[in-house]
């Protein structure tokens, strides 16, 4: 069993940054793949960046541009670099680990983001 670990959510004003970050602290095996998702209230939870296997990154529309997922040359930890935040970015951030079969196997608790205008 995989525990995912995720941190640097907060409190923000439109137009600033956050950085996000996930681990995995305790795994035994190398994790290939990782992404962040994003749930806001009322919505469903959405794609919001992945870092597949060779370094192939997916990006959500609304957030490309914006947004940059990148792994750690060493170790199962994967960060999202936020800029340039608007008060929809505002959700709770879940980072996801090794797509098996077209689906995220491990999940982490998440993080709360809030974009204020």
């Known amino acids: 069993q995989v525990q995912l670990r995720e941190s640097g959510g907060g409190l923000v004003q439109a137009g600033g940054s956050l950085r996000l970050s996930c681990t995995a602290p305790?795994?035994?095996?190398?994790?290939?793949?990782m992404a962040w998702y994003r749930q806001a209230p009322g919505k469903q939870r959405e794609l919001v960046a992945s870092?597949?296997?060779?370094?192939?990154?997916n990006y959500g529309d609304d957030v490309k541009g914006r947004f940059t997922i990148s792994r750690a040359s060493a170790g199962n930890t994967v960060y999202l670099q936020m800029n340039s935040l608007k008060p929809e970015d505002t959700a709770v951030y879940y980072c996801?680990?090794?797509?098996?079969?077209?689906?995220?196997?491990?999940w982490g608790q998440g993080t709360q983001v809030t974009v204020s205008s």
């Open positions: 996801a680990a090794e797509r098996i079969s077209g689906s995220w196997k491990y």
């Open positions: 305790g795994s035994r095996f190398s994790i290939s793949a």
């Open positions: 870092h597949l296997i060779g370094g192939y990154t």
